[in-house]
């Protein structure tokens, strides 16, 4: 139980396009989504938090209208690379929590590669 | 703000040998504590987690992680690995009233033969 799927798996789009990757909760309702960006060989760093039918909570540093999040069902959320740049390549997680515990499951990722 | 510190970049171990992992957290309240395990171009997988009680916690794949609160550490062991448990190891913390995590800087593990 407790699978998180993301999709697309990798991306490669040019500069100044927009792409969005989707991230489900395949098997149950998930209260709170979380986006993170992996750089290579680094720590994730956690980008915005969303709950289903409210806007998304973002981080410092973290460009809201760069990065759109829409999480419009208990089991679905997505995320926006609009106008996408090179600087925009790294490696996307999502993961998903049902409950007060803390305990997040983390979709498999998204390769994100601006040309 | 809580933070947590994994001081090994990386480690290097023979193939059937012990593994100890370390991971301290600053917080303080009694955080959860989580070890999360990471293949190359892949999501997380949990390894295990703790939220109260027996401070010792098994997991997955022979796994175990001891709280120690005197220490504010949480330490990931493994009496014998495999070949496979080659993997970024991230351990993380949250709060309670807060549903984020904080992840250390995680710590790449190799083995060789």
């Known amino acids: 139980g407790a699978v998180v799927s993301q999709h697309p798996s990798r991306v490669i789009c040019k500069s100044g396009t927009s792409v969005k990757i989707e991230c489900r909760s395949l098997d149950f309702q998930a209260t709170t989504m979380f986006w993170y960006r992996q750089f290579p060989k680094q720590s994730l760093m956690l980008m915005a938090t969303s709950n289903e039918g409210s806007k998304a909570t973002y981080e410092q540093g973290v460009e809201k209208d760069k990065f759109l999040i829409n999480h419009a069902s208990l089991t679905l959320s997505t995320l926006t690379v609009t106008s996408a740049h090179p600087e925009d390549s790294s490696f996307y997680i999502c993961?998903?929590?049902?409950?007060?515990?803390?305990?997040?499951?983390f979709g498999p990722g998204t390769r994100l590669t601006v040309l | 703000a809580q933070s947590v510190t994994q001081p090994d970049i990386h480690i290097t171990v023979s193939e059937g040998a012990s593994l100890e992992l370390r991971c301290n957290y600053s917080y303080g309240a009694t955080p959860y504590l989580f070890w999360y395990v990471q293949s190359p171009g892949q999501g997380l997988q949990l390894l295990l987690k703790y939220f109260s009680g027996d401070t010792l916690v098994q997991g997955i794949k022979g796994f175990e992680a001891e709280f120690k609160r005197s220490q504010s550490s949480f330490n990931l062991r493994k009496p014998s690995v495999h070949w496979s448990d080659a993997a970024e190891y991230f351990c993380?913390?949250?709060?309670?009233?807060?549903?984020?995590?904080?992840f250390g800087t995680g710590t790449r593990l190799t083995i060789i033969p």
């Open positions: 993380a913390v949250g709060v309670v009233g807060n549903e984020k995590l904080t």
């Open positions: 993961s998903a929590t049902l409950d007060r515990y803390n305990e997040q499951f």
